[in-house]
């Protein structure tokens, strides 16, 4: 690792441990009064320092500092006691789980159904039977479809406040996620997709947007994937508390059969931050392998086919403030496919060679939202530089298949699925969604499939 990114990792964790600290201020009141009691204890303790004249003196300085003692705990921190990933000798860890636990049922992630306004727009989970994937996706071709063809797709912002704090365990989590150090944690601020598929589809009415933050998405996304493990008395892991008892589904039977579907009003439950992935293809017309480190919040140690990220606050002036909701993403996808290899300078080019391909929901991820599109090199030197940010990205390597036409993609997810390629859940939606268009080229296509087809050959031959 470089002295460079050894230097963003340590800003990060100092960083990451500051944002923490103002989190809890904001929603734990206990916490607040003990940070507020702490800061006036060194407050008078500094000052009876500087006022130093008597015994009496001494002993209040030696009163005082006892206090911060008693409110920092042995550990010399502000955090509290209940939420420190080690305290009293017993460790707390965190992992994800793939089962839902909703009272008595325990359910696989992969068999949580669409919420009814997108069950009725088609969306359905197509990799459930191949089992390419540990996590599953919900995905509607029709949506898909609308999203590439629509003239223009308006947007507006939403500044309702939401409150996601559930439970104190959900503080825990994020606690534990921040302070072992071992994933980038800064509470960065975001571009959520606060609607429902339907708007996509929907040329009457705009998209709504809201400004959210990574915690937030720690606080719900995440958490509500993860079982929290202590160490007992005996030194062995028992579970803490299983936090997908929160993961917003409600309860269906039918036939006789227990299901568990998105609830309406899933959206207000947990942040959708909006995830951004665009397969890349090289000046060589290959796609890209990016080899994501160890440190990466989201998809450590598993292989990306481009750029992957977050849609950023940022973005919307960085962009121009577009009317058009594709148009932002198409930027933010340039974004990260340039962050990613390095390749910043020529982010104007790239724009202008990426397109918006599909949607899907990350269930997972308590159904996150996730646009999915396809770079192409241009006159970009992907492959020739070879070039990563060292950070994130620690290998850059290309598919062996020339891809000249859609139908090309058939034989990437081959590769892909002989050699084992631990591939992200949005790179291989990305991947998934350009053989779905590949068959749009058939007799039987409808129109509108067929000029997709047309539109995304064209884009690949560079015309």
Same mark, same amino acid.
């Given at each position: 690792?470089?002295?460079?990114?050894?230097?963003?990792?340590?800003?990060?964790?100092?960083?990451?441990?500051?944002?923490?600290?103002?989190?809890?201020?904001?929603? @734990?009141?206990?916490?607040?009064? @003990?940070?507020?009691?702490?800061?006036?204890?060194?407050?008078?303790?500094?000052?009876?320092?500087?006022?130093?004249?008597?015994?009496?003196?001494?002993?209040?300085?030696?009163?005082?500092?006892?206090?911060?003692?008693?409110?920092?705990?042995?550990?010399?921190?502000?955090?509290?006691?209940?939420?420190?990933?080690?305290?009293?000798?017993?460790?707390?860890?965190?992992?994800?789980?793939?089962?839902?636990?909703?009272?008595?049922?325990?359910?696989?992630?992969?068999?949580?159904?669409?919420?009814?306004?997108?069950?009725?727009?088609?969306?359905?989970?197509?990799?459930?039977?191949?089992?390419?994937?540990?996590?599953?996706?919900?995905?509607?071709?029709?949506?898909?479809?609308?999203?590439?063809?629509?003239?223009?797709?308006?947007?507006?912002?939403?500044?309702?406040?939401?409150?996601?704090?559930?439970?104190?365990?959900?503080?825990?989590?994020?606690?534990?996620?921040?302070?072992?150090?071992?994933?980038?944690?800064?509470?960065?601020?975001?571009?959520?997709?606060?609607?429902?598929?339907?708007?996509?589809?929907?040329?009457?009415?705009?998209?709504?947007?809201?400004?959210?933050?990574?915690?937030?998405?720690?606080?719900?996304?995440?958490?509500?994937?993860?079982?929290?493990?202590?160490?007992?008395?005996?030194?062995?892991?028992?579970?803490?508390?299983? !936090?997908?008892?929160?993961?917003?589904?409600?309860?269906?039977?039918?036939?006789?059969?227990?299901? !568990?579907?998105?609830?309406?009003?899933?959206?207000?439950?947990?942040?959708?931050?909006?995830?951004? &992935?665009?397969?890349?293809?090289?000046?060589?017309?290959?796609?890209?392998?990016?080899?994501?480190?160890?440190?990466?919040?989201?998809?450590?140690?598993?292989?990306?086919?481009?750029?992957?990220?977050?849609?950023?606050?940022?973005?919307?002036?960085?962009?121009? &403030?577009?009317?058009?909701?594709?148009?932002?993403?198409?930027?933010?996808?340039?974004?990260?496919?340039?962050?990613? &290899?390095?390749?910043?300078?020529?982010?104007?080019?790239?724009?202008?060679?990426?397109?918006?391909?599909?949607?899907?929901?990350?269930?997972?991820?308590?159904?996150?939202?996730?646009?999915?599109?396809?770079?192409?090199?241009?006159?970009?030197?992907?492959?020739?530089?070879?070039?990563?940010?060292?950070?994130?990205?620690?290998?850059?390597?290309?598919?062996?298949?020339?891809?000249?036409?859609?139908?090309?993609?058939?034989?990437?997810?081959?590769?892909?699925?002989?050699?084992?390629?631990?591939?992200?859940?949005?790179?291989?939606?990305?991947?998934?969604?350009?053989?779905?268009?590949?068959?749009?080229?058939?007799?039987?296509?409808?129109?509108?499939?067929?000029?997709?087809?047309?539109?995304?050959?064209?884009?690949?031959?560079?015309?």
């Amino acid at each position: 690792m470089s002295p460079s990114v050894k230097a963003l990792n340590l800003y990060r964790n100092v960083r990451g441990r500051w944002s923490l600290m103002l989190f809890f201020f904001r929603w @734990d009141k206990d916490y607040r009064k @003990d940070l507020i009691t702490t800061i006036l204890a060194f407050t008078i303790l500094v000052y009876e320092i500087w006022s130093w004249m008597t015994i009496y003196d001494i002993i209040a300085a030696a009163l005082d500092a006892s206090i911060i003692a008693v409110q920092l705990g042995g550990d010399m921190t502000v955090i509290p006691a209940d939420y420190r990933p080690s305290h009293g000798g017993i460790p707390y860890t965190a992992a994800n789980s793939t089962y839902i636990s909703y009272h008595e049922l325990s359910v696989p992630m992969s068999e949580v159904l669409p919420a009814p306004v997108e069950n009725a727009l088609g969306f359905c989970n197509p990799v459930s039977a191949v089992k390419t994937c540990k996590e599953s996706p919900l995905v509607s071709d029709r949506v898909d479809d609308a999203l590439m063809l629509r003239d223009s797709i308006p947007w507006r912002e939403d500044n309702t406040p939401l409150n996601f704090v559930f439970s104190r365990h959900q503080l825990r989590y994020i606690a534990i996620r921040v302070l072992n150090k071992l994933q980038h944690t800064t509470n960065g601020m975001l571009m959520a997709f606060q609607d429902t598929a339907d708007a996509l589809v929907d040329a009457s009415r705009p998209v709504t947007l809201r400004k959210a933050w990574y915690y937030d998405g720690l606080l719900t996304l995440e958490a509500f994937r993860s079982r929290i493990f202590r160490g007992n008395l005996q030194h062995e892991t028992e579970v803490y508390t299983d !936090l997908t008892t929160y993961f917003p589904v409600n309860r269906e039977t039918t036939g006789g059969k227990d299901f !568990l579907r998105f609830r309406p009003d899933f959206l207000t439950r947990v942040s959708m931050h909006t995830g951004i &992935t665009s397969l890349l293809l090289t000046e060589n017309r290959r796609v890209a392998l990016l080899y994501q480190g160890s440190t990466k919040a989201v998809g450590a140690n598993m292989v990306c086919l481009g750029g992957s990220g977050s849609l950023e606050y940022k973005d919307m002036k960085r962009a121009g &403030t577009p009317k058009n909701f594709r148009d932002l993403l198409v930027y933010a996808m340039a974004r990260e496919v340039c962050e990613e &290899t390095g390749m910043e300078k020529y982010l104007d080019e790239v724009r202008a060679n990426t397109m918006v391909t599909g949607f899907f929901r990350w269930i997972d991820r308590c159904g996150l939202p996730e646009f999915v599109g396809l770079t192409r090199a241009g006159n970009v030197p992907f492959a020739k530089q070879r070039t990563i940010d060292g950070d994130e990205v620690i290998r850059f390597e290309e598919v062996p298949v020339t891809v000249n036409r859609p139908e090309d993609f058939h034989a990437v997810l081959a590769y892909i699925r002989t050699h084992e390629i631990r591939s992200a859940l949005s790179s291989f939606m990305a991947l998934n969604r350009m053989t779905v268009i590949a068959g749009y080229g058939a007799e039987s296509a409808t129109p509108e499939q067929k000029e997709i087809y047309r539109r995304v050959s064209n884009f690949i031959a560079g015309s």
